[in-house]
């Protein structure tokens, strides 16, 4: 069975950081992208941040550039997401993503519809 366990969400202030971390488990993911997605009250989940197969390349949401980094460790079947400088806005539960359905690919990544395999998600709370 595969699973994807998030780690890491918290409640934090302004200002602040949160690493949160992603274990794959049941199959790997070296050869296909991961990524983060979000989800706030009332809101459609939205697109955060992904990698490549490789980690060579990342991507991300406009609201999250240069605040955020992705990163995998094919190694350990693993994901992450170093959040900075956080605001109330980036408030919402946040979802790993994994994809067998592009194998080394990345013109979708993007996409929800890209990914068949999805964390239950952890809480992060940025208070202001």
């Known amino acids: 069975q595969v699973r994807l366990a998030e780690f890491g969400g918290g409640l934090v202030q302004t200002g602040g950081s949160l690493r949160l971390s992603c274990a794959a488990s049941g199959r790997t993911f070296s050869d296909f992208p991961m990524g983060w997605f979000r989800q706030s009250p009332g809101k459609e989940r939205e697109f955060v941040a992904a990698?490549?197969?490789?980690?060579?390349?990342?991507y991300y949401a406009d609201s999250v550039k240069g605040r955020f980094t992705i990163s995998r460790d094919n190694n350990v079947n693993s994901v992450y997401l170093q959040m900075n400088a956080l605001k109330p806005d980036d408030t919402a539960v946040y979802f790993c993503?994994?994809?067998?359905?592009?194998?080394?690919?990345?013109?979708?990544?993007?996409?929800?519809?890209?990914?068949?395999?999805w964390g239950q998600g952890t809480q992060v709370t940025v208070s202001s």
């Open positions: 993503a994994g994809s067998t359905l592009y194998y080394r690919g990345d013109s979708l990544i993007r996409r929800e519809s890209s990914y068949n395999f």
């Open positions: 990698s490549s197969w490789s980690g060579g390349s990342q």
